[in-house]
């Protein structure tokens, strides 16, 4: 077998258990220290927006915890398009149809993303969300088709050039 192709599936792999390790690390955090986080990151956003920053306290809470549980949304979209990336490219270096890729992809993003939130049950002042399975499996999908755009463009590249040295080939 060739040993470059398993060197890039084992960096996959690598890189995917990474990044299941990293939202299993965020899903650990209590309520608290996941709010603390999320509110340093949208105070870090806000902090430069002069029209927020001259509200009263009572306004700017309202305005920052409203952005805050966008800020929340945009990471889980994120990190699963991390997800989804990396497992469309690790099925993309095995012969399968492209279908099966894509349904295998969606299909492991979508049980992981459900037992992370499965595993916010057990974690103190957290609980699971439908909404964010939702916007979990988005990020896949969207991680996905960025693969199969990479794949797109590598091939219409590769084709030109091979047209290209054949060109080349005849006229010589």
Do not use: W
């Given at each position: 077998?060739?040993?470059?192709?398993?060197?890039l599936?084992t960096?996959?792999?690598?890189?995917?258990?990474?990044t299941?390790s990293?939202?299993?690390?965020?899903?650990s955090?209590?309520?608290?220290?996941?709010?603390?986080?999320?509110r340093?990151?949208?105070?870090?956003?806000?902090?430069p927006?002069?029209?927020?920053?001259?509200?009263?306290k009572?306004?700017?809470e309202?305005?920052?915890?409203?952005?805050?549980?966008?800020?929340?949304?945009?990471?889980?979209?994120?990190?699963?398009?991390?997800?989804?990336?990396?497992?469309?490219?690790?099925?993309?270096?095995?012969?399968?149809?492209e279908?099966?890729r894509?349904?295998?992809?969606?299909?492991l993003?979508?049980?992981?993303?459900?037992?992370?939130?499965?595993?916010?049950c057990?974690?103190?002042?957290?609980?699971?969300?439908?909404?964010?399975?939702?916007?979990?499996?988005?990020?896949?999908?969207?991680?996905?088709?960025?693969?199969?755009?990479?794949?797109?463009?590598y091939?219409?590249?590769?084709?030109?050039?091979?047209?290209?040295?054949?060109?080349?080939k005849?006229?010589?």
């Open positions: 077998m060739n040993i470059k192709l398993n060197i599936r960096i996959l792999i690598i890189l995917l258990i990474g299941f990293i939202i299993f690390g965020f899903s955090q209590d309520s608290e220290k996941s709010s603390s986080i999320s340093k990151v949208t105070e870090i956003i806000t902090n927006i002069k029209s927020i920053q001259e509200k009263t009572q306004e700017k309202e305005i920052l915890d409203r952005i805050e549980s966008i800020v929340r949304k945009i990471a889980h979209f994120s990190i699963y398009t991390v997800v989804g990336f990396l497992l469309m490219a690790l099925f993309s270096t095995y012969k399968l149809k279908m099966n894509v349904s295998i992809s969606l299909i993003g979508i049980i992981y993303a459900s037992s992370d939130e499965i595993h916010q057990f974690t103190p002042g957290r609980g699971p969300a439908v909404t964010d399975v939702i916007i979990d499996t988005m990020g896949v999908f969207l991680g996905i088709l960025l693969v199969m755009l990479v794949i797109k463009i091939e219409k590249i590769a084709s030109r050039d091979k047209k290209q040295q054949n060109i080349t005849c006229n010589n």
